[in-house]
């Protein structure tokens, strides 16, 4: 299953390496990833694109929020269809 | 007596440190951070992108001096980082501190790799202080230049690279908070010469703001258990007729021994324990029934396989334990977990009932509530078939050999420490039969590499511990293998006059290794033998300073070798030529339930006794 994750980072050094860093530890691919800035300089949002079952996601979302300049990470769903479609975050 | 109303109003002033707002170079910061966090003894070896502060805890040191000359920051300097970290490791463990290295850039930094890599694995409170080539040649390819963050990053907890010279303080402050709170940790500060060099203002309290950890951590530390969750425990309890609890190593790091005593025993529930737990529950009490496991005793893992209901305490399933993890605790009806670390729940083994804080709250709350709800129930037949499988399979070993087994050493030695002396260990058969057969009463007496399983950790450990514990009995069980790995550190004992007692098993051979070949690999002792090998222990540890070093080859002399090795004062080695055909038993194969274990020649088993296919297993 495809599943589309939102992390929230602090711009520390090294923070993108080690949440990268952590998905291949863990032996988990990242299909698709960008990077963009918030209205906070300190903080970037990052968006990841991934392969697998649910317990594989529940899991990396776990390992994530374990990063210590992780802010958030958050698991998106699609809602609704075609043009009028969007991720809203859901619960993990 | 304060009332939480008044501590409610009473913002929690901090006192200012003396020294806020004094000039400081960097280095001179990273001493008083040292000195205000930690304050015990530093393990580490210099070099060139470091030297700056180790000048400065020497100068640190001269001014502190008390009246009887002892130094603040002992500074311990090993033969090898990897040394240092396995001693600040140790430290760690043996007291529940902090342990601290501080190293040099390249490879020093990389020399501490294991070392971190093992205190994260097993969650042991670490902060590693390493030099790094100044800020304007980083990434030029520096001599001593290493990727520190990055190589770090991947095995420790958190790891900062300070680029930015005001955020020193408050990094280093954060490092130990960090490496202390939540989960324990390894965390690593890289810190460039310049930075160290940099002249700044102390400030005495800064921390770094992560809010997204903190955040977290908070929330599991206000996670308290409800009479909900208390109810619908006990309500499963209750239904229960073989109870039984798992406990691990997270019950050491949250100092939850006397609330799992408490528990237990309230109760009236059995204790197994992991590797990492021994110590949690004294093994010599009645709902003692010691290590579960690859190697945990038959009647542990009999009792796991029998149980109706499992509730795992600071323990994660690992596949040392749960090799196969639907055949684990197959019979167990209801299973219970409580971590400090969401993501250790349902990791590995779905469970019905959960709690996320901190242990003892945790406990304390279970054993009022089990209390004040009056509840009781009759267990007597699970204790009377426990009782019994304790006394059918009891651990056992070769006692008619003529060669002298390392069980029956490990039994003498028992038999004078009575569980209360700390005992490190190499890895390999050694560090099994050392878990099987020493008796632990309370905590932080055990000290072994259970997740990473590194051989070389034993002799650094003792070390480090010995120097947590003056006062203590440390001996360091190790393996000839495993000694070797870090054996320059035998002139580390003798140079600080430390008491340890070395007992060294020598089977002439990699021996857990030679088992697997074997049990797996048709008696292929591939790069196992090492009898030609031409080392003499004795006289290795004798030209390191050893005078009490000898050799034990009778197994007449076994209990006045022992008396003697354990009774005299200063720093003893002691080389046992051990049986090399010794097996660790029981086993649990890889890929095998604990209904398949191995107990070898010597326990009896419950089912008829399995022998593994002689088939390259994919299992590990
Ligand atoms: C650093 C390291 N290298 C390799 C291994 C794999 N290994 C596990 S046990 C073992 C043999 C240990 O031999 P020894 O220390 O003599 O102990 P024994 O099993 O004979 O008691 C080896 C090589 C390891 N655990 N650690």
Same mark, same amino acid.
């Given at each position: 299953m495809k599943h589309t994750l939102s992390i929230l980072l602090q711009n520390e050094s090294g923070a993108l390496v080690r949440v990268a860093g952590l998905f291949a530890a863990r032996h988990v691919n990242i299909d698709a990833l960008t990077v963009a800035a918030t209205h906070d300089p300190a903080v970037s949002q990052l968006t990841l694109v991934l392969h697998g079952d649910e317990g594989t996601l529940q899991q990396i979302l776990r390992q994530v929020r374990?990063?210590?300049?992780?802010l958030d990470a958050s698991s998106l769903s699609v809602v +609704? @269809? +075609?043009?009028?479609s969007h991720l809203v975050a859901t619960p993990a | 007596m304060t009332t939480p109303m008044q501590t409610a109003l009473a913002a929690p002033t901090i006192p200012t440190h003396p020294l806020a707002g004094q000039a400081m170079s960097g280095a001179e910061i990273v001493v008083q951070v040292l000195a205000d966090e930690h304050g015990g003894v530093v393990f580490g070896y210099s070099g060139g992108a470091i030297l700056p502060v180790y000048d400065a805890v020497f100068r640190y040191n001269a001014e502190h001096r008390d009246a009887a000359g002892h130094e603040p920051l002992p500074l311990v300097v090993p033969a090898n980082e990897q040394g240092a970290g396995f001693m600040a490791a140790g430290y760690a463990r043996a007291s529940g501190k902090v342990g601290v290295a501080l190293v040099t850039s390249g490879p020093g930094a990389t020399n501490l790799v294991t070392p971190i890599r093992d205190a994260m694995a097993d969650s042991v409170p670490f902060v590693a202080i390493c030099g790094q080539v100044p800020t304007s040649a980083l990434g030029s390819d520096a001599f001593q230049e290493a990727p520190v963050a990055n190589i770090m990053g991947a095995c420790a907890k958190h790891v900062f690279l300070? @680029?930015?010279?005001?955020k020193l303080e408050a990094t280093l402050r954060t490092a130990f908070e960090i490496a202390r709170s939540g989960r324990p940790g390894p965390v690593v500060v890289d810190i460039p010469k310049d930075v160290q060099n940099t002249t700044l203002k102390f400030d005495g309290n800064s921390h770094l703001p992560i809010p997204g950890y903190r955040a977290r951590l908070n929330a599991v530390a206000a996670a308290k258990l409800g009479d909900e969750a208390c109810a619908s425990l006990f309500t499963a309890l209750a239904q229960a007729k073989r109870p039984l609890i798992y406990a691990g190593g997270g019950v050491v790091s949250a100092a939850a021994a006397p609330a799992l005593t408490t528990f237990a025993e309230t109760f009236g529930i059995p204790v197994v324990t992991s590797l990492m737990g021994l110590g949690d529950y004294d093994t010599t009490r009645p709902l003692a029934l010691h290590m579960l496991g690859m190697h945990g005793t038959a009647y542990a893992n009999y009792a796991v396989e029998d149980c109706d209901f499992l509730i795992a305490l600071g323990a994660r399933f690992d596949d040392r334990v749960a090799g196969v993890p639907d055949q684990f605790?197959?019979?167990?009806r209801f299973i219970a977990q409580i971590d400090i670390d969401p993501a250790e729940i349902g990791k590995v083994k779905t469970v019905d009932w959960h709690h996320i804080g901190p242990l003892v709250a945790a406990l304390e709350k279970l054993t009022a509530w089990g209390r004040s709800h009056a509840f009781h129930s009759d267990l007597s037949a699970w204790h009377a078939h426990l009782a019994q499988l304790k006394h059918d399979y009891a651990m056992n070993y070769n006692r008619d050999s003529p060669l002298i087994q390392p069980e029956a050493v490990i039994e003498a030695i028992n038999r004078q420490t009575q569980g209360r002396a700390i005992v490190a260990t190499g890895v390999g058969q050694h560090q099994m039969w050392a878990a099987q057969y020493f008796d632990f009463r309370?905590?932080?007496h055990w000290l072994t590499s259970g997740s990473m399983g590194t051989m070389g950790f034993g002799l650094p450990s003792a070390i480090g511990a010995q120097f947590a514990r003056p006062d203590a009995l440390v001996i360091d069980v190790d393996g000839d293998g495993s000694i070797r790995m870090n054996v320059g550190e035998l002139e580390t004992v003798t140079t600080y006059e430390l008491p340890l007692k070395i007992l060294l098993l020598n089977n002439g051979v990699d021996g857990m290794v030679r088992q697997w070949q074997k049990l797996f690999f048709k008696g292929r002792f591939s790069a196992t033998d090492? @009898?030609?090998?031409?080392?003499d222990f004795v006289a290795a540890a004798k030209a390191d300073g050893f005078e009490w070093a000898q050799r034990l080859e009778r197994k007449a002399d076994i209990e006045t070798t022992i008396a003697a090795f354990l009774a005299h004062r200063g720093p003893t080695f002691l080389e046992v030529m051990i049986d090399p055909d010794a097996g660790v038993y029981p086993m649990v194969s890889p890929g095998a339930s604990y209904a398949q274990m191995i107990t070898g020649p010597f326990i009896p088993s419950r089912s008829a006794p399995i022998t593994p296919e002689l088939a390259p297993t994919h299992m590990f």
């Open positions: 374990k990063l210590v300049d992780v +609704g @269809s +075609g043009m009028r | 300070v @680029s930015d010279p005001q605790a197959a019979h167990a309370a905590p932080r090492k @009898s030609l090998r031409k080392k």
